[in-house]
Structures are given as structure tokens and as C-alpha cells.
């Protein structure tokens, strides 16, 4: 079993910044790429950023320049810096993680609030 579990939302104004954090727990698997979606309401779950286990990122075009995904392997931890927040970011963060326990296979987070904010 992987469990993937989140932290650091919040309320933040906007110009302001927050950290999420996401770390993958479980035994024996091996990690592709670890990434960030979010959902705001109304709207389809979009890509924010991924990571792949070479080092390899990948960014949404509305959030280039203001987030910065990394990773801790040791820690099967991924991370989003989000800086410079706007309005729009306003929605629920999703943790992903493509990794191969048995199979390979798409593992999710239960999401993470972030709201946007004056």
C-alpha cells in the first residue's frame, strides 16, 4: 500500500507566497515522477508542475516563473514553491505520483486547499 499525504495550504493574500509539500509512504516502491494538479471549482483538474525522477520539470504555462517544484528523494518527498500568488491559483492541490509497487500505476493525494485571497 502507498499512501501520499499533503500538507501546507492555506489562506494567503495575494503577492503572497506558500510551500505544499508531498510525501509518499509505503514500502517498496519506485517513483517515475512526482507533480502538483489543482481543481478550482467549476473547472477540470489541470497539470501545475511535475518532476520526474531524472530531475526533469515540467510547468504549467500560468505558473512559470512564480512556482518551483523540487524533490527530496530520500525523503520520497516532492515540493511546490508557489510565490507571487494571484486570485486564479485559488483551488484544491493535488499530490501525484506515478511509481511501481507491484505495477505501475497513478497514485493521489486527498488534496490540499490553497486560497487566494485579500
Known amino acids: 500500500q502507498v499512501q501520499l499525504v499533503e500538507s501546507g495550504g492555506g489562506l494567503v493574500q495575494p503577492g503572497g507566497s506558500l510551500r505544499l509539500s508531498c510525501t509518499a509512504s509505503?514500502?517498496?516502491?519506485?517513483?517515475?515522477?512526482m507533480g502538483w494538479y489543482r481543481q478550482a471549482p467549476g473547472k477540470q483538474r489541470e497539470l501545475v508542475a511535475v518532476i520526474t525522477s531524472g530531475g526533469s520539470t515540467n510547468y504549467a504555462d500560468s505558473v512559470k516563473g512564480r512556482f518551483t517544484i523540487s524533490k527530496d528523494n530520500n525523503k520520497n518527498t516532492v515540493y511546490l514553491q508557489m510565490n507571487s500568488l494571484r486570485p486564479e491559483d485559488t483551488a484544491i492541490y493535488y499530490c501525484?505520483?506515478?511509481?511501481?509497487?507491484?505495477?505501475?500505476?497513478?497514485?493521489w493525494g486527498q488534496g490540499t486547499q490553497v486560497t487566494v485571497s485579500s
Open positions: 509505503g514500502s517498496r516502491f519506485t517513483i517515475y515522477a
Open positions: 501525484n505520483a506515478d511509481l511501481q509497487r507491484i505495477s505501475r500505476a497513478d497514485y
